[in-house]
């Protein structure tokens, strides 16, 4: 088979495809157009986030067996259409999700402590240690949205603390030993923290939303490691002005893209996007949560896996 790599990956991934006799070709740079003009040479695609794979773009790839996604969603393809031509879809979830796990766990340890804002303030010559006095994660309500592989993994990492974690989705008898399934209900009733776990779909897409939020019994912590536009940015500020929401450990925007940078150089931030920020209760980091030194081989190697059981 013949493989067109998009994005630049571990190198392990055209190793093994090497080794299986495929053919791998590499092209980073070209357009979409001209990537369309020569898809229909290929039987397999290696891609990220480069761009979109559409129903347009599917329709010139006629000899495509297979897309392997290095990352754990497949919001970037037109999924449905995929199955329909019988394209086989390989993701690799199982390949960050360790990494998303401990990137979730090191947020909420950080607002908790107030790390980053204690850092900031030592650097810059001020011991202010009542100012920075934390708070425990002992004894709390830890509520896990969406239970698949990357929230199955943040509840792991809970177990070394004395914390009740629960989880919400939209599939029944996904709890394990690691987090009691409950309704929304008493999720919102329970939880001090909510940790989003879900990935880009229609019912996911601004889901965290003003009338979800004041659905809560208390005020809560949110992380998110799963997908910026879940959340409503300006319904978290408003929720944050009101201290509804305490914190937010946001590690996707609601602004991502590729000119992300040109908001900064051109002056043209979002108003909620200057609150986040200017505020000490929020952590923001730039979609790194999945993006480790291992992660990287893992989710090669996942792909690579899924894609020899397949056609082995």
């Not at 990352?71 to 993701?91: C, M, P, R, S, V």
């Not at 792991?156 to 409950?182: H, M, P, S, T």
């Not at 897409?205 to 536009?229: C, H, L, V, Y």
Request: charged share 30%.
């Amino acid at each position: 088979m013949r493989v067109l790599h998009l994005d630049v990956n571990h190198p392990l991934i055209i190793e093994q495809f090497n080794e299986l006799g495929y053919i791998n070709d590499e092209d980073y740079t070209s357009s979409k157009e001209e990537i369309e003009a020569k898809i229909h040479e290929y039987d397999g695609i290696i891609i990220r986030s480069r761009f979109t794979l559409d129903a347009s773009f599917l329709n010139k790839a006629t000899n495509l067996k297979f897309i392997g996604r290095l990352g754990a969603g497949l919001e970037n393809i037109d999924t449905d259409y995929a199955k329909d031509k019988n394209i086989f879809l390989a993701a690799a979830p199982e390949g960050n999700r360790n990494a998303v796990g401990e990137h979730a766990l090191g947020m909420l340890l950080s607002l908790f402590n107030k790390l980053n804002s204690a850092d900031q303030e030592v650097r810059n010559g001020k011991w202010d240690r009542e100012g920075n006095r934390g708070i425990e994660l002992d004894g709390r309500t830890v509520g896990i949205v969406g239970y698949g592989n990357m929230g199955k993994a943040f509840a792991k990492k809970l177990r070394g603390f004395d914390v009740e974690v629960i989880c919400y989705d939209i599939q029944g008898g996904v709890g394990d030993e690691n987090a009691r399934q409950v309704g929304i209900m008493e999720f919102q009733q329970r939880c001090d923290v909510i940790s989003l776990h879900v990935p880009q779909t229609e019912s996911t897409i601004k889901m965290i939303n003003s009338e979800f939020i004041d659905g809560f019994q208390k005020p809560f912590w949110i992380i998110n490691t799963a997908r910026g536009k879940c959340i409503i940015t300006e319904d978290l500020v408003e929720a944050l002005k009101s201290k509804k929401v305490l914190g937010a450990g946001l590690d996707v925007l609601e602004y991502e893209k590729s000119s992300f940078e040109n908001m900064f150089s051109d002056n043209e931030l979002p108003e909620a996007f200057k609150y986040l920020i200017e505020a000490e209760n929020v952590l923001l980091t730039p979609h790194v949560g999945g993006w480790t030194v291992e992660s990287k081989i893992k989710l090669a190697q996942t792909v690579v896996d899924k894609v020899k059981e397949k056609f082995m």
